[in-house]
């Protein structure tokens, strides 16, 4: 079983952690890197200290140097993986003409990340038990985000002008389950027809057209 080494208990816990160097934020996101593969692969409870740093690269007393535990360094997980998910989306939504066009570019990146991230489900999925605050954290920041798109681009005419937080959260639900189906279980489906299809949904509804 990992244990801290001496001299680690309340003190470090009180210290902050945050690196001051370039050396150390790149130590730090390979220990993050390395935690994404470790819980990924094993799950929460099978995941150790040493598997992580085993696949960092790095000593085990460099683990210590940012985290006090395994719980510790899965909570900045969720929170780095829900950081780089936003920052792969971001930058490609913003520059879609408009806001239908910004919500299929921001469901095909996803699922783009998907496939380069599958460990990301299972890590989320596991914070649901393992540190809920961190949980509900990533998909209300996520929503948010999206609320303040659609309200946008309610406020310049391009939709609805009742788009709110409840369309929010079921275009949310939509990418969630898209992104299981199509970038985490199937990756020979064609991800930009998948966009397609769902962005013709929130265009033009389930309503028959004569």
């Known amino acids: 079983m990992d244990q801290p080494q001496s001299g680690h208990g309340t003190e470090a816990a009180n210290r902050d952690k945050t690196p001051r160097t370039e050396r150390g934020r790149r130590t730090l996101r390979k220990l993050l890197d390395a935690a994404a593969v470790e819980f ?13 740093t085993r696949r960092a690269g790095t000593a085990l007393g460099s683990f210590y140097t940012y985290f006090d535990s395994k719980e ?39 699922l783009g990340f998907v496939r380069e991230h599958k460990e990301i489900y299972r890590i989320i999925d596991e914070a649901e038990f393992v540190d809920y605050a961190s949980y509900r954290r990533h ?68 309503k028959r057209r004569d």
């Not at 990924?40 to 992580?52: L, P, V, Y």
């Not at 920052?87 to 469901?107: C, M, N, S, W, Y």
């Not at 020979?188 to 962005?199: F, G, K, S």
Request: hydrophobic letters at 45%; aromatic letters at 8%; glycine letters at 10%.
């Open 40 to 52: 990924g692969e094993r799950g929460f409870h099978d995941a150790s200290i040493s598997g992580i």
């Open 72 to 110: 510790e360094i899965f909570q900045a997980l969720v929170r780095y993986m829900s950081e780089q998910l936003r920052d792969h989306v971001t930058p490609i939504v913003q520059e879609a003409p408009d806001e239908i066009a910004a919500e299929r570019a921001g469901l095909l990146s996803f």
């Open 139 to 206: 998909y209300e920041t996520t929503v948010a985000r999206m609320r303040q798109r659609l309200e946008a681009g309610a406020a310049r005419g391009e939709i609805r002008a009742d788009a709110g937080e409840v369309h929010a959260w079921a275009i949310a639900g939509m990418n969630v389950f898209l992104g299981m189906r199509y970038g985490l279980w199937d990756e020979t489906a064609d991800i930009c027809d998948v966009a397609r299809i769902a962005n013709d949904l929130l265009a033009n509804g389930l």
